[in-house]
């Protein structure tokens, strides 16, 4: 059957999945500290209604899924539903990104569930900071987290650092040393001006360039690596065991026409960009009866509909985003 593209030619690929918009930590660029209305139970995609929908998807070519939440991790049974997302014919990768809070004690069963590839979010190396932009003292379990999944075989795990001008700007050098002796993959990720990441300001985003620099001040000139299926452009200190990656939404001119992602909700809407202000609604249709082949179409339909470039949404508002319920 014949592969998704939108508008532009691209081909889409890629899904990033929210199970659910709950989350064990606050983080102050994601989610406003006094917390957020949570979406009812009644409300959020069952699992077979996920898996009907990504069994669609795979039927038109799309063969990555990562799966996100808020914390995929609070949602009960999810290493059952991460197997068998694995085994739909046609999705070759599965990966999971998580704060790393649970992983100490569910790395091993989510690798067993057939689970690869990893992502755990850490923004910063010390401690009180940690709890200073999670909300939470969490900072020895989300290493022990990351220490297990390394034992428990991930290949890649990666660790995901939103980069912000006076935060964490001094830790770039000692996120990069991690790489020298252990074998993951150390993503900078400029921040996105969306929801509470907004009212940060733009003098807090600090881009892919000016990180760079600092690391190759003091590794000298970083080797560049094949680029992976994501946004991500890939490079290596010198000898060193792991990998860096750069993620910059805000200052790469062609992060957009590279896109092959589509974002679904918690709440089962389609977000064609996670700029956007406007979704697609699948589940209300889904539990009306729809058939698999209208589905398909109406899954088909918000495809097209993805912008070229975030630039193009002109009236869209990312303050009133929330990066919890639509999937990071």
Request: aromatic fraction near 8%; include cysteine.
């Amino acid at each position: 059957m014949e592969n998704f593209y939108d508008s532009y030619g691209r081909r889409i690929r890629y899904i990033r999945l929210s199970v659910t918009d709950r989350c064990n930590f606050r983080c102050r660029y994601c989610m406003p500290m006094t917390g957020i209305k949570w979406i009812p139970h009644e409300a959020i995609m069952r699992y077979e209604e996920l898996l009907r929908m990504i069994r669609i998807c795979a039927s038109r070519g799309v063969d990555k899924i990562r799966v996100t939440g808020g914390e995929p991790l609070v949602r009960k049974d999810i290493v059952m539903f991460l197997e068998k997302l694995r085994y739909i014919d046609g999705i070759n990768d599965v990966s999971l990104t998580t704060n790393g809070f649970f992983l100490d004690h569910l790395a091993r069963d989510i690798r067993s569930a057939g689970i690869t590839r990893i992502n755990i979010s850490l923004d910063t190396l010390d401690r009180e900071k940690f709890v200073y932009i999670t909300g939470v003292d969490g900072f020895g379990r989300v290493v022990k987290g990351i220490m297990r999944a390394l034992e428990s075989g991930f290949d890649p795990v990666k660790i995901n650092v939103v980069t912000m001008r006076g935060f964490n700007d001094d830790e770039f050098v000692d996120f990069a040393e991690l790489t020298l002796n252990l074998d993951i993959e150390v993503r900078f990720i400029e921040l996105m001006p969306i929801g509470p990441g907004l009212e940060m300001g733009k003098q807090d985003i600090i881009t892919k360039a000016e990180v760079r620099s600092l690391i190759e001040q003091a590794y000298g000139p970083l080797e560049s690596l094949p680029p992976g299926v994501g946004p991500a452009s890939v490079f290596k200190i010198r000898g060193a065991k792991g990998r860096l990656g750069f993620i910059a939404p805000m200052s790469d001119h062609t992060f957009c026409s590279r896109c092959n992602r589509i974002r679904i909700t918690a709440d089962g809407h389609m977000k064609p960009c996670l700029f956007a202000d406007k979704t697609l609604d699948l589940l209300t249709p889904m539990r009306e009866g729809i058939s698999d082949e209208e589905l398909e179409s109406l899954i088909e339909r918000g495809i097209k509909n993805k912008p070229e470039s975030y630039m193009a949404l002109g009236d869209a508002k990312p303050g009133d985003l929330i990066m919890s319920s639509i999937g990071g």
